[in-house]
T-cell receptor, first 112, second 110 residues
């Protein structure tokens, strides 16, 4: 079974802090994704990566950056956390373009 | 861009059959995914249609008409655990990102 893990299920940070969310997949997938999900808005893509050291902006990249130094790991960085970044963050991976995405359990981030 | 149209909410009775419709307009099209998402959990993959017609997988079936920009998900013998949101997700091809809408929230009642 594909397994996608995220570093924390729940996280509370203060405004202005730098926040790192880690995602690891164990199936040698090429593609990895970061989404956020807010009530009534569905999943919105922040960034995705289709190869090591490659990244592409999604729909809402502002205030975020990403890092993919190893194939299995994709990190989301909030440079200076703000209250409007309070959300559920979901990481996903897929084998190649057009394949189904496998999601991690999510990190519920609260910024106070 | 992409435009996806699904009902926001549906209610159905345990043991019944329900059909969740989806129409889409995309610039390019390669296939369509359906995902299930229980409240508070991550989405899980249900089906992928690339050709016209019906794909059956146990109690769940998915239909696609490429010419009409139309798909539906059919759930048979509904169970309480089928209460979830169902997301219709077109894929336009290549390294284009997929767009997840808000989906259809299905409530199964006794």
């Amino acid at each position: 079974d594909v397994k996608v893990t995220q570093s924390s299920r729940y996280l509370v940070k203060r405004t202005g802090e730098k926040v790192f969310l880690e995602c690891v997949q164990d199936m040698d997938h090429e593609n990895m994704f970061w989404y956020r999900q807010d009530p009534g808005l569905g999943l919105r893509l922040i960034y995705f990566s289709y190869d090591v050291k490659m990244k592409e902006k999604g729909d809402i990249p502002e205030g975020y950056s990403v890092s993919r130094e190893k194939k299995e790991r994709f990190s989301l960085i909030l440079e200076s956390a703000s209250t409007n970044q309070t959300s559920m963050y979901l990481c996903a991976s897929s084998s190649s373009q057009g394949d189904e995405q496998y999601f991690g359990p999510g990190t519920r981030l609260t910024v106070t | 861009g992409q435009n996806i149209d699904q009902p926001t909410e549906m209610t159905a009775t345990e043991g019944a059959i329900v059909q969740i419709n989806c129409t889409y307009q995309t610039s390019g099209f390669n296939g369509l995914f359906w995902y299930q998402q229980h409240a508070g959990e991550a989405p899980t993959f249900l089906s992928y249609n690339v050709l016209d017609g019906l794909e059956e997988k146990g109690r769940f079936s998915s239909f696609l008409s490429r010419s009409k920009g139309y798909s539906y998900l059919l759930l048979k013998e509904l169970q309480m655990k089928d209460s979830a949101s169902y997301l219709c997700v077109p894929w336009v091809g290549g390294y284009q990102k997929v767009t997840f809408g808000t989906g259809t929230k299905l409530q199964v009642i006794p």
